[in-house]
């Protein structure tokens, strides 16, 4: 398939990758040309601009920081939405909140596009190793549409509901991963702190009632995992800016909800704090230094 990708960063780039690697012939755009060479290396080619990159396009992905960055690209003065050819299938793999999604949604469907939201679970690793989880929300047979095309960059592809209700999942999760992150390091800084190494403390709560994700493929303290942020300085993976992107949208979904998350707006707090001190842009397995009491 002819593939058009916007924004291979630290997820997109990998993902666009496994699409070549697929077979498939992708032409990508990123604001960044460092970006563009890094994976010109790996077989993706680099658009010119953003119609370019569209033009004659059977599928068109995005994974992009934000709402604001979404709503740019295919909205904005220099929106491409109506440059997409009709017949292509659109879908955004970013992070955002489930109303612009169904909103961009609506927008291309009144202009005869069809497109779902399919953000994504799994980190820069499972981007890497092509075992994303993809959470999608849109019409089923769109959602089906998409599915072989996800399935070159992932494992597992869900349709959660209609348009948005990917996002509004992913947020779900989201949440939850933070708060199990949080613990996970308060849980490895009290065994360190009683003289426990915390390698050895990591395998028995794996093999305990506190395994979780952060736990078996993540491990926030350095140098007890090979090949995750926490073992390289927390460069690279998952941003503390984008973690509380991500918190922001669950407390504003949950506000409107009327959902009680206590632990939520804690661990909120504790990101925007860590993101305040100066981490946005460390991995955010770094809330461990804000539970050891370290500078970022
Ligand atoms: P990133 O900042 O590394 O990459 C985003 C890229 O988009 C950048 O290279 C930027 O230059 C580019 N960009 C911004 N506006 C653009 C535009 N108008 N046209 C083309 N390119 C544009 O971020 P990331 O870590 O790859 O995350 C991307 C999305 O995936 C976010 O929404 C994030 O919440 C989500 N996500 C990230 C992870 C993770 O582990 N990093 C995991 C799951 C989901």
Sequence with gaps: MKIAFFGVGNMGGPMAVNLVKAG?????????????????????????SPAATVAGAEVVISMLPSATAVTGLYQGEQGILSQIPDTALIIDCSTIDAGTAKAVAADAAARGRVMIDAPVSG???????????????????????????????????FRAGDSGA??????????????????????????ADNGLDPKVLSEIMLASSGRNWSLEVY????????????????????????????????????????????????????????????????????ILRLIAGQPH
């Design 24 to 48: 498939h012939s992708v032409t990508a755009y990123d604001l960044s040309a460092d970006l563009l060479r890094a994976v010109a290396a790996d077989g993706v080619q680099a658009g010119d």
């Design 123 to 157: 980190g820069v690793g499972g981007a890497r190793a092509g075992t994303l989880t993809f959470i999608c929300g849109g019409p089923a047979d769109a959602v089906e549409r998409a599915r072989p095309v996800l399935e070159a960059m992932g494992k597992k592809v």
């Design 219 to 286: 491990n926030p303290w350095p140098g007890v995992m090979d090949g995750v942020p926490s073992s390289n300085d927390y460069q690279g993976g998952f941003a503390v800016d984008l973690m509380n992107k991500d918190l922001g949208l669950a407390m504003d979904n949950a506000l409107r909800a009327g959902t009680r998350t206590p632990l939520g707006a804690l661990a909120r707090n504790l990101y925007g704090l860590h993101g305040g001190q100066g981490a946005g842009r460390l991995d955010f397995a770094s």
């Design 166 to 191: 990917g996002q509004t999942a992913k947020l779900c999760n989201n949440m939850l991963l933070a708060i199990q992150m949080i613990g996970t390091c308060e849980a490895l800084q009290l065994g």
